[in-house]
């Protein structure tokens, strides 16, 4: 169909998301393999899924069940319909590829269907069309990113899409929040928490990914998981921005390694770039 990029190197994320994982995933894998084997593995944040993807792509995960959940519902409705019939994404992706323009986007935008499949449809063309690939809601949770001017917008990426498809059928992708993994995860399990960063500074925060937000409250809430998991037998791996708040919350109990990671989103293009982050594990 037009506009499928062809590719080998699938799957890979569907959707753009902010502080996604592609450019980390050296790191994070070099984690997995210091885990050493494990059980199921389980993504409580799940965001664009770089590192469920690439464990699969990779065949890390082999016949193991994986998780996958978030509280933004969008999100998960896009998980869901490309788990469960992608051949009917495709479809309502190659109409709204058809009917590309400014009018066309904020109609769609306006609009949240009742449908299941309409609503995926729906989130990956307003995420491939929108300005830097944002997802942003306001506070009633509405979707409130403006037009992006691309020449030729990826809308329908139909070789990642049946490939994702395909990886989505070994997972259990649900609803639910972060703190429910004490209940799922068994020891020997394999947890990676990507929650939204703490900000590093007042300006810098980009925490509204879901209109509940993610505080200093709900990251101790998370360290606090992290560490009855640990008791749990459970292995965890987690990101976060390299903030002495972090710190605080990890150091003694877990293993804190520091990387560098280009972030594009800030309204000032002087303060793009490349920032320190927290890779933090368990073992």
């Given amino acids: 169909m037009n506009g499928t990029r062809r590719t080998l190197n699938v799957p890979r994320p569907f959707l753009k998301w902010v502080g996604g994982k592609g450019q980390l ?3 994070l894998l070099q984690q997995v393999e210091r885990a050493g084997e494990f059980g199921r593995y389980h993504e409580p944040f799940a965001g664009g899924g770089a590192l469920f993807f690439e464990l699969f792509r990779t065949n890390r995960l082999g016949r193991k069940r994986a998780f996958l959940s978030d509280t ?3 999100l998960i409705d896009a ?5 469960e019939d992608v051949d009917r994404v495709i479809v309502l992706l190659e109409d709204h590829r058809a009917r590309h323009s400014e009018e066309h986007y904020y109609a769609v935008r306006s609009k949240v269907p ?4 309409e609503r ?10 929108c300005y830097n690939g944002l997802f942003r809601e306001n506070s009633k949770g509405i979707f409130n990113v403006p037009f992006g001017r691309y020449a030729k917008p990826l809308i329908c990426d139909e070789v990642n899409l049946r490939a994702a498809s395909a990886a989505l059928a070994h997972a259990r992708v649900e609803v639910r929040p972060f703190e429910s993994v004490l209940s799922k995860a068994q020891e020997g399990d394999l ?7 703490d900000p590093v500074s007042r300006t810098a925060s980009f925490t509204a990914y879901e209109k509940g937000g993610f505080g200093r409250e709900q990251q101790e809430a998370l360290a606090a998981v992290a560490s009855a998991l640990t008791e749990k037998g459970v ?3 987690l990101s976060n921005s390299m903030t002495p708040f972090i ?3 990890y150091e003694g109990r877990f293993t804190i390694a520091e990387v560098l990671a280009n972030r594009h989103v800030n309204s000032r293009a002087d303060r793009r770039g490349a920032v320190s982050e927290a890779l933090i594990r368990n073992f």
Avoid: E, K, M
């Avoid at 998980?79 to 788990?83: H, S, T």
């Avoid at 009742?114 to 499949?117: E, I, K, S, V, Y």
């Avoid at 995926?120 to 069309?129: D, G, S, W």
């Fill in 247 to 249: 710190r605080s919350l």
């Fill in 72 to 74: 933004n519902a969008r």
């Fill in 235 to 237: 292995n965890v791996i």
């Fill in 191 to 197: 947890v990676y928490f990507d929650p939204p960063y």
């Fill in 114 to 117: 009742a449908d299941l499949f």
């Fill in 79 to 83: 998980f869901l319909a490309v788990q």
């Fill in 120 to 129: 995926a449809a729906r989130i990956i063309y307003l995420n491939r069309t």
């Fill in 25 to 27: 995933l050296g790191p």
